[in-house]
């Protein structure tokens, strides 16, 4: 399709999209957050002492057979392995502090709805400085493509957490946002009837935060049915369950998150909508404390809190594998998703710059 020059200028002029002719491959695009997921387990696998701490996990033997080794290569397969035997291979993965590779938030404060603020929007707001904000003044990237002619009506999310509908702003940005417990409507799938019956069934373990197995499941229905070119999935377990000081729990939520990957991949590879035009994101909002207690918290009293990393898979960006230099941070994604996308994501604010690795020379 012949594209052409396009400035869309989004509600009051806050954010601007300028569309030219999209050189890249990437078509569509699939941004994924695993809530407060440490680089440390990424990167190296179950932590030992962690395992070995009662108050932490209440059996050893199960959880060290699932995810102990003592090599660190094959420790952190066994707990992620779509992203250390697809990712590493085919995409790029950045944030192993142990090799240079650094990533952080821009934020001050070091949780969540700064730190998701700070990945849809560009930049780091200082007024958001609470998880109870409300709705946010910002425009996201999401809002600003749902307003292009090529993109409207073709934006969704399906997030753990009922603060989406205030992170993406639902009222003012229109966007198809499923969070937490909402029934999700308008799709012929038998499989959400039960899902949509289901959620309302489970205990409510979190306080206001869906199981991630039905948030993903939910939004991978829609992505089979709906074909939007943007998809968001934001999962919560791995936040919960550090809050909760239960690492088993926490190293199985990362597993079957990961799980939950190579599903999509898999089916992102066979469906020749999205085979080879879509690139795939997976990141955090912000990393935890060290040690017994500061694994359990985060903020800007938590010392590491703001270490995050990330992974990038798609036709546009070089099978670099593991980065070992650098310095990145969460508010380059913005620019990065929509340059992928062929538009120039623009704001009144200090939009951080696209991160250039991503992309073919």
Partial sequence: MKRFLLHVFVLTLSAVMLMGQNKNKTENFILVTIDG???????????????HNKKLVGNYDQYATKYWNKNQTDRRKMLMPFIWDVVQKKGQIYGNRSIGSFVNV????????????EIFTGFADVRINSNEFGPNPNVSVFEALNQSPEFKGRVAAFASW????????????????????QKLEGLKSNNIALMNNMQTKLPDIFNGVRLDALTFYMGFEYLKEKNPRVLFLGFDETDDFGHGGRYGDYLNSAHYTDEFLSTLWNWIQNNPTYKDKTTLLITCDHGRGEGFDGWR?????TAHSDETWLAVIG?????VGEVS???????QYAKTIAALLGFDFKNENDVGAKIDLVFVK
């Fill in 325 to 331: 230099k650098g310095q990145y941070y969460n508010n």
């Fill in 297 to 301: 918290s985060h903020s800007s009293k």
């Fill in 162 to 181: 009922d603060a989406f509908n205030d992170i993406l702003n639902t009222k003012r940005s229109g966007l198809v946002v499923n969070a937490a417990f």
């Fill in 315 to 319: 036709p546009d960006t070089p099978a």
């Fill in 106 to 117: 821009k934020n001050p404060y070091w949780f969540s709805y700064p730190g998701y603020n």
């Fill in 37 to 51: 997921l440490r680089w440390q387990e990424l990167f190296n696998g179950a932590d030992s002492s962690f395992l």
